[in-house]
């Protein structure tokens, strides 16, 4: 293992290298393109005056010995980089994106955080998802079809690919060490614990790509890598996005990699092997990485079964998630809430469930309820709630008992309906 270096510079490196990498690991786009494609080349390494570059193969298998001896996990299976353009990017990005994103679980995300404040009504998930990742990926590996992809929008095999390969190698070492597809789940009603598991598969690769960038990268280099992570066209795509999808596509990567320097500098890597293994339930725990260490896990919050009944003829239920500590957070912070207050009033957090609910002539409510650890954290996110409801706007509805642990809240038509129902 590496010396430990101060702080400050990994994590400024580390934010450098992960703004690259925002969607690299997955489940993520798994067509390949075909062998008769241009985009399918090994790109040349970029050679100095004076120099001839090494053949890509040999950087390439250099990279792969020292991420190996940072991350002390050996490869099972030998899996090729393939080198695409971005077009080729951008279309293996839309088909995963239909292939794995059901279009009912899609309508679902688009209409509870329509209401909630967290996406502009009307808005396309699908194509803001697609033009958000477009012109952010930089690599990624699947761990479907066990593939490895280094996008280089240059031709060339420079410093942003190299660290690009350095993170996605990290996740071939995790997949075929702990399998990732089954660390992350198919369970799309619980999206708090899909971002938990997440931060520790990018926290992970994102300590080894720094720790691999500082001993490997010159000066030159490393000014070629703040030059593309500063790219106009990936500082507008993350700018033009709306900031649900920006703030939990990062969550992984700069949570992730805190919370994963805490298990190292208690544990080392041998302690991020054990969040693999066992990894977080909550990004309440992700968080907090010492509630992870305690395995304080969430409340697990049941709703009625029939909820939809008690709203009246032709309503439905559309489906279920639990949003998290971060979500709720952010939910906070997207309607009037200052940021430090948001915080701690989301600090706190037990568990909590949503339901989305259908009704006649194109009728939406969505309803929350939450637990909290505290009577006293539950009166902290029901007076912050507050606020964030009345920037929602009318059509609200909240419930909050003093000295209980219950905060209710629902918002749409027939939201003060939906609250009793919720167990309010």
Not at 52 to 68: F, L
Request: with cysteine.
């Amino acid at each position: 293992m590496p010396t430990r270096r101060p702080a400050a510079p990994r994590r400024l490196i580390a934010a450098l290298a992960a703004s690259l990498l925002l969607v690299a690991c997955s489940p993520g786009p798994t067509t390949a393109p075909t062998a008769s494609s241009p985009a399918e080349t090994q790109a040349p390494p970029v050679a100095t005056p004076g120099t001839s570059a090494p053949p890509a193969a040999e950087v390439y298998g250099e990279i792969r010995q020292a991420v190996e001896a940072i991350r002390g996990l050996e490869p099972v299976a030998d899996v090729d980089p393939v080198t695409i353009d971005e077009a080729q990017l951008r279309s293996n990005l839309a088909a995963e994106f239909d292939k794995e994103n059901k279009p009912a679980d899609v309508k679902f995300s688009e209409e509870s955080l329509s209401l909630l404040g967290l996406l502009p009504a009307g808005t396309s998930l699908r194509q803001a998802t697609l033009d958000f990742q477009g012109g952010q990926v930089a690599g990624y590996y699947s761990p479907d079809q066990k593939e490895l992809f280094v996008v280089s929008r240059s031709g060339s095999l420079g410093a942003a690919e190299k660290v690009t390969y350095a993170h996605e190698f990290t996740h071939q070492l995790q997949d075929q060490n702990f399998p990732l597809l089954g660390l992350l789940g198919s369970d799309a009603s619980q999206s708090d614990r899909t971002l938990a598991r997440l931060a520790v598969i990018e926290g992970d690769a994102v300590s080894v790509q720094t720790a691999w960038t500082i001993a490997n990268l010159n000066a030159r280099e490393m000014g070629e890598l703040l030059a593309a992570s500063l790219d106009p066209e990936a500082v507008d795509a993350l700018r033009r996005a709306p900031a649900y999808l920006r703030e939990t596509a990062l969550f992984p990567y700069q949570n992730g990699f805190s919370f994963v320097e805490s298990l190292i500098s208690s544990g080392g890597y041998k302690a991020v092997n054990g969040a693999l293994g066992d990894a977080p339930d909550s990004t309440e725990q992700v968080l907090h990485p010492e509630k992870f260490v305690q395995r304080e896990p969430p409340v697990q919050v049941a709703l009625a079964g029939d909820v939809a009944k008690t709203m009246g003829i032709g309503w439905s239920e559309a489906g279920r998630d639990t949003l998290g500590e971060f979500v709720l957070r952010l939910w906070l912070t997207q309607n009037g809430v200052p940021t430090d207050i948001a915080t701690a009033a989301a600090t706190g957090w037990g568990g909590d469930r949503l339901v989305l609910l259908r009704g006649p002539s194109g009728g939406l409510t969505v309803g929350l309820r939450t637990e909290w650890d505290t009577a006293a954290d539950a009166a902290a996110f029901a007076s912050a709630s507050a606020t964030a409801i009345a920037h929602l706007g009318s059509g609200a509805a909240t419930r909050h008992r003093a000295g209980s642990k219950t905060v209710i809240l629902a918002i749409g038509d027939g939201a003060d309906r939906l609250v009793p129902a919720l167990g309010g």
